[in-house]
């Protein structure tokens, strides 16, 4: 016998009977529960449930009904009677819920598992670069219009993330640029001198500073440093509805965020790989003339080394690379969706793909040069 309130249990004749009265509800869900754990253990072949004298039903009494019409794995004849007709449709709404079984997982086979994979990883490159285009033909039109009209030009916006991108990195990249150059000095000499050609490590120094070394340690500190820190911004932003809110205004997020942090930051770049260039071959001569070569035969053989070439090689370089940079981070912060750990893979994706495609630029660079003669 359950409790008399809710739930009467009546065992006879190969039957168990449940006869629901009161208010299956969840403000009585203890009593119920308790109730119908009575029930469970009968082993009688058929199940009526009785909700004749039910007064008051919700969802959870209608789980409790449902529960047992579904029974517990009992070979059981189940039969619901005189339910009222105020509560069929509640019933029919959860008897139809989760009916469903899930499907059982496909085994693939490894080669066809690491294909799918392939391919989802070219669908993705690809959604990507056409997110890249849409940024770009964006800002094209933004910057013509600007062009026609300078008075759009954001110059407030643009002398702020000049200062932070340019000014405020100035340190950083002599330090890490005078490193490099000393290391690669250092292992030049450590290597050249059993030949005795010293001289030759002047022309490695120089020519791999300007070409190559200087400006892509440069725009790999800048993805690293003013890259991740855009995307956390515009992520930010979006998280914050700022960006929705400037759309409300009738302000183009593009024209307002992005634009000045792009021509920021082709413009800071250059400058930055050249003070970066002159630092390497600073660090450079710091270590020759530790190596016993004077200063003055220094500057003498970077002379004869090094052509006006090498130093356009570097700086035409240096805007696509900031282009690439600035373009990479603005398009995955407004990527990011509304929670902190979106922000963060954000971030993370943003710093990594600019970094592989500025590296994968130069690459391309570095063969059209060739190609060039310069």
């Known amino acids: 016998m359950g409790s008399h309130s809710l739930v009467v249990c009546t065992a006879g004749d190969g039957r168990l009977t449940i006869a629901g009265s ?9 009593r119920l529960e ?3 754990d009575i029930a469970r253990p009968n082993d009688a072949p058929r ?16 789980w409790i009904l449902e ?18 007709e105020k509560f069929h449709d509640l019933v029919e ?13 496909q085994r693939v086979a490894w080669p066809l598992a690491r294909l799918a994979d392939i391919g989802r990883g070219v669908e993705l490159a690809g959604a990507e670069a056409l ?3 849409a940024m770009i033909g964006a800002l094209v039109v933004l910057f013509g219009a600007a062009l026609l009209a300078p008075r759009r030009f954001r110059l407030t916006s643009i002398a702020h993330h000049l200062d932070r991108v340019g000014v405020r990195s100035v340190p950083i990249i002599i330090l890490i640029t005078l490193l490099i150059g000393a290391i690669i000095a250092q292992q030049g000499f450590f290597h050249f001198r059993q030949f005795g050609a010293d001289d030759y490590v002047v022309d490695l120094v120089g ?15 800048v993805a690293g440093r003013s890259g991740s820190s855009y995307t956390a911004e515009l992520g930010s932003m979006k998280m914050r509805e700022e960006v929705d809110a400037l759309r409300t205004m009738g302000r183009d997020p593009l024209e307002v965020l992005v634009l000045p942090r792009i021509i920021a930051l082709v413009v800071a770049l250059p400058l930055l790989a050249l003070i970066g260039a002159m630092a390497a071959l600073i660090g450079g001569g710091i270590v020759a003339s530790i190596y016993g070569m004077e200063p003055s035969l220094y500057v003498a053989r970077l002379r004869e080394a090094v052509s006006i070439s090498d130093f356009e090689v570097g700086m035409i370089k240096a805007p696509f690379m900031a282009l690439v940079i ?12 509304g929670s902190a750990e979106s922000l963060g893979a954000r971030t993370t994706s943003s710093v990594v793909k600019a970094i592989f495609l500025v590296i994968v630029l130069d690459g391309i660079f570095a063969m059209f040069f060739s190609s060039m003669g310069m």
């Open 326 to 337: 600035g373009l990479v981070a603005c398009t995955e912060g407004f990527q990011v969706l």
């Open 93 to 105: 709404d959860v008897r139809r819920t989760n009916r469903s079984v899930p499907a059982p997982p």
């Open 207 to 221: 020519i791999l500073t300007l070409r190559e070394i200087g400006v892509l340690i440069v725009s790999i500190m």
């Open 47 to 62: 199940l009526e449930i009785d909700m004749g004298d039910v007064k008051e039903f919700d969802t959870y009494g209608a």
């Open 22 to 30: 009161g208010a299956w509800t969840a403000d009585n869900a203890t």
């Open 67 to 84: 529960r047992l019409m579904r029974g517990d794995g009992r070979p059981r004849q189940v039969s619901l009677v005189r339910l009222p």
């Open 131 to 133: 997110r890249l285009a």
């Open 34 to 36: 308790s109730s119908i």
